[in-house]
């Protein structure tokens, strides 16, 4: 009789720890996002992600060494303790700053990458094909760097420290290589010369700067013009002045 109320009491036992179980895995299944993330770790990567956007702003605004760990963390509404446990360090969040905007751009640009490059590749381009392919090209990028979606603070970002590089730089530079390499290739072929010269790679930096002034010098560009802002009419008539340097520059350089 004693072994059959141990049985007994071991099948209850396990009947209820089974059930626990169940219900364990119930509540883990509601805490889950439609892709499988748990909550935590949905609230965790908005966190960081917006530990990376503050510190964009501030470290354009104030420079790597006048900002301090505490203001990001306040204006991002996170704990102190937040950067050392996502990023290791100051500088491990300034590096991440630096990759979200290099992954940003070129990510907004990677279609126009993909246009160029296949047309590159075809056979038998022509000339006049390739300058088209090639205007074409430094308007898409235009429009990435003039579109709304692209916050003031990149450029500033970015202008820090093409004045005074960091590690950081070799982080952008090697986002926006891909960029440079197309440009120059295209290059290379209006005007004849080898894609090494540096002749080549010289003109295509004073082409792409054509676009590049509008982040950079936005400010003495709106002056300038008497905008207010750049939006649609202005970023097309920029577009339109471009093709038109562009054909300028090209048309009958080799």
Not at 35 to 43: I, P, Y
Not at 122 to 146: C, I, K, N
Request: a neutral charge; charged letters at 20%.
């Amino acid at each position: 009789m004693y072994y059959n109320y141990e049985i007994i009491r071991l099948i209850y036992l396990s009947t209820k720890l089974s059930t626990k179980v169940n219900e364990m895995t119930k509540l883990l299944n509601r805490s889950k996002s439609p892709f499988g993330r748990s909550a935590c770790q949905d609230r965790s990567e908005r966190t960081r992600q917006r530990l990376i956007e503050v510190a964009v702003e501030v470290f354009s605004e104030l420079g790597y060494e006048a900002a301090s760990t505490r203001t990001i963390v306040e204006r991002a509404q996170a704990n102190l303790v937040s950067i050392p446990y996502y990023f290791g360090s100051k500088q491990g969040l300034y590096h991440a700053s630096a990759e979200y905007i290099g992954a940003e751009i070129t990510g907004r640009f990677r279609p126009a990458c993909d246009r160029a490059r296949q047309g590159l590749a075809q056979p038998g381009l022509s000339r006049h094909q390739t300058l088209e392919l090639f205007t074409e090209f430094m308007v898409d990028f235009a429009h990435v760097m003039l579109g709304t979606g692209a916050p003031d603070c990149w450029g500033q970002f970015i202008l820090r420290e093409q004045s005074q590089p960091t590690e950081a730089f070799d982080i952008l530079h090697a986002h926006f290589s891909n960029i440079v390499d197309i440009g120059i290739e295209f290059v290379s072929r209006l005007t004849g010369r080898a894609i090494e010269a540096p002749a080549t790679r010289l003109q295509f930096m004073t082409t792409i700067s054509m676009v590049l002034f509008t982040r950079t010098n936005r400010a003495s560009l709106l002056r300038t013009m008497e905008w207010k802002s750049i939006g649609v009419d202005e970023r097309h008539l920029v577009e339109e002045i471009l093709r038109q340097n562009m054909h300028a520059l090209y048309a009958h350089s080799a």
